[in-house]
């Protein structure tokens, strides 16, 4: 079992940065694709950035030139730079990885972490 731990969350002020951490109790070469997902109160689960196919990566039009994902593989870590936030980007994010094989598709999720932005 797969265990994905974020943090970095909190309160900050609209134009301020936070950056989220997502530490994997594996290696995370082994994933197909690994990355960020929000979900604001009464809304959808949304992609924010992910990994795929290696170092592929693909940003939510809503974030493209604010936020940033990186990894470290040495620390199965990835991270979420968030600059210039907004207060539309209050949610709570959460960690996502996926494994596929010729069987089988397998996705894990992290607790969450909150970020909100103040205006």
């Known amino acids: 079992q797969v265990q994905l731990v974020e943090s970095g969350g909190g309160l900050v002020q609209a134009?301020?940065?936070l950056r989220l951490s997502c530490a994997a109790s594996r290696s995370i070469v082994s994933f197909n694709a690994m990355g960020w997902y929000r979900q604001a109160p009464g809304k959808e689960r949304d992609l924010v950035a992910t990994f795929t196919s290696g170092s592929t990566t693909n940003y939510?039009?809503?974030?493209?030139?604010?936020?940033t994902i990186s990894r470290d593989?040495?620390?199965n870590t990835v991270y979420l730079q968030m600059?210039?936030?907004?207060?539309?980007d209050t949610a709570v994010y959460y960690c996502n990885a996926v494994?596929?094989?010729?069987?089988?598709k397998r996705v894990y999720w992290g607790q969450g972490t909150q970020?909100?932005?103040s205006s």
């Open 60 to 67: 939510a039009d809503s974030v493209k030139g604010r936020f």
């Open 73 to 75: 593989n040495s620390k």
């Open 83 to 88: 600059n210039s936030l907004k207060p539309e």
């Open 15 to 17: 134009g301020g940065s």
């Open 115 to 117: 970020v909100t932005v």
């Open 99 to 104: 494994t596929l094989s010729s069987w089988a």
